[in-house]
DNA sequence: TGCATATAGTTAGATATAAAACAGTTTTAT
DNA sequence: ATAAAACTGTTTTATATCTAACTATATGCA
């Protein structure tokens, strides 16, 4: 039970915070040598979606889903960037309940413009670990979750 | 790159929220049992680390580097701890800077209602992987950061 | 048809979180 | 001695996050 092997929560949630924060700063830097707003990760990683679904219709509960994140925090989310006009979300009539989300033309530049630092973040994230390594990860940390959940 | 072992980081934030999730929902059942606050995680954390030192001083900055939060952070945690009651913050002679965390009785009832199911949480987050996995797991999550920030 | 249930999204209230600018206080270096 | 630098904590501003209660709509079944 040394300090080393003593795996506390809080530590690996500082360990998340730091990567999502060295991912942040990339992305600040690069808005600013392009001269684009600064968005933040979960933005981009929304703006990024869109774009690359662009030719299917994408709705509220999608982002739900794909981020995990809770209803009412996508609609927060969604209502701050279609307030800085990075998309908007517009009523269908197949379906009054829904919020069809569209990328506006400054939400595809910032896209164009972040891309590239994006995939870079992804390539590292992906490249640091080798196939093995990151499966053995995933594993850990599913195993971690459900040992608790089912405990 | 198959779906399955691309890692990406709003998933790894995912199975860490659902972590603390468990943990939070643990901790309401046992304070409801017990007719005591409904205390979030952290307040937990921070009451039980002040019970554990309350031969020492504790200040604010303690806090900060202890739990990985910033200091903005802190002050508004601790703040809040203050108001509900569970902590006092004293400021001291010796360094007019300095603001001392002092455990209430109130707080220290809130600890000592809450040990077992903080101390359970963190037993069952230790068993869950072998000595190995765990290991693996740290050196895996700072790897991973490590390879990010100097990339 | 019509009511019960499920689904999509919003709002309110609470907490967490960080960066930046700030105000004192203490230490260090010259 | 004093000026610069470092340290501790606060405030402001902005964002993220959840739960619970809510509105509105759609679906399914009896």
Redesign the interface.
């Known amino acids: 039970m040394c300090e080393?092997?003593?795996?506390?929560?809080?530590?690996?949630?500082?360990?998340?915070?730091?990567?999502?924060h060295?991912?942040q700063r990339k992305m600040l830097a690069s808005a600013t040598d392009k001269g684009i707003d600064k968005v933040t990760?979960?933005h981009g990683?929304i703006i990024g979606y869109l774009f690359e679904n662009k030719d299917k219709d994408v709705y509220q509960k999608d982002i739900e889903s794909k981020?995990?994140i809770s209803r009412s925090t996508v609609t927060n989310i969604l209502k701050l960037m279609e307030k800085k006009g990075y998309i908007r979300r517009i009523s269908v009539d197949s379906d009054a309940r829904l919020k069809k989300l569209i990328l506006t033309d400054k939400g595809a530049e910032i896209n164009s413009v972040l891309t590239q630092t994006i995939a870079d973040?992804?390539t590292?994230?992906?490249?640091?670990?080798t196939?093995e390594?990151?499966?053995?990860?995933?594993y850990?940390?599913?195993?971690?979750?459900?040992?608790?959940?089912n405990?």
């Open positions: 080393e092997s003593d795996l506390k929560i809080y530590s690996i949630g500082h360990e998340i915070k730091a990567i999502n060295v991912m990760v979960m990683w981020f995990a973040n992804e590292r994230f992906n490249s640091v670990l196939d390594e990151r499966k053995t990860f995933i850990l940390i599913r195993k971690l979750r459900n040992g608790l959940e405990g």
